[in-house]
């Protein structure tokens, strides 16, 4: 099923309204969607790499904005089914220390969702879930999803198709090896 949506979306890419269709992908998959926008991306930047900007600004707005809709599914969700349950089952106090511990690394979290292959969309709702500062969240998701949209559409405009194989084949990697560079210099700048 995956295989055959993944193959309509990259025929959409051909599409006039290819944008569009951009846009709704990037909003759907920070919520719910289960195929990132980068596979709408690839064939666009290569179409057009004088749009590659375009095309990244467009994926980076719409999955910011599917990232609110994300967290209002968490902030609302859990008042209304969620925290009564964990209540009934005597996990009341948990919920707390769990809050404290996601909102502590809140910025890490959303920032190493946002750059990398792990779903998004979880991060949103659990990022509305635990109540996390609304404008940290859309702080770090722009930084995170421009950082990897700008990217990947930067690469293809410099490299072309010959960097597409490479980009399907380890977007992950080069995504965890780009944010433990990150980090690392987070951590080198705070002890000089």
């Keep these: 099923m995956l295989d055959r949506l993944y193959t309509r979306l990259l025929a959409l890419s051909q599409h006039p309204k290819a944008l ?74 948990a919920i707390e220390e769990f809050n404290q511990r996601f909102n502590s690394l809140g910025f890490w979290a959303v920032l190493g969702a946002g750059l990398t292959p792990f779903p998004y969309k979880v991060i949103t709702i659990m990022s509305g879930w635990t109540g996390m500062h609304l404008g940290t969240f859309i702080a770090t998701s722009i930084l995170a999803r421009g950082l990897r949209f700008f990217i990947v559409a930067g690469l293809l405009w410099k490299f072309g198709a010959p960097i597409r194989g490479f980009i399907e084949r380890r977007l992950g990697l080069v995504s965890i090896l780009f944010m433990v560079l990150l980090i690392g210099g987070f951590f080198v700048v705070k002890a000089l």
């Design 20 to 93: 569009w269709v951009l846009a709704l992908v990037a909003f759907a998959e920070s919520s719910v969607f289960p195929i990132p926008p980068d596979f709408l991306i690839l064939p666009m930047v290569l179409a057009a790499p004088s749009r590659a900007w375009i095309i990244a600004s467009v994926a980076m707005v719409a999955s910011v904005a599917g990232g609110m809709i994300g967290y209002a599914i968490g902030a609302v969700m859990f008042e209304q089914l969620g925290q009564p349950i964990l209540q009934a089952l005597g996990k009341g106090d």
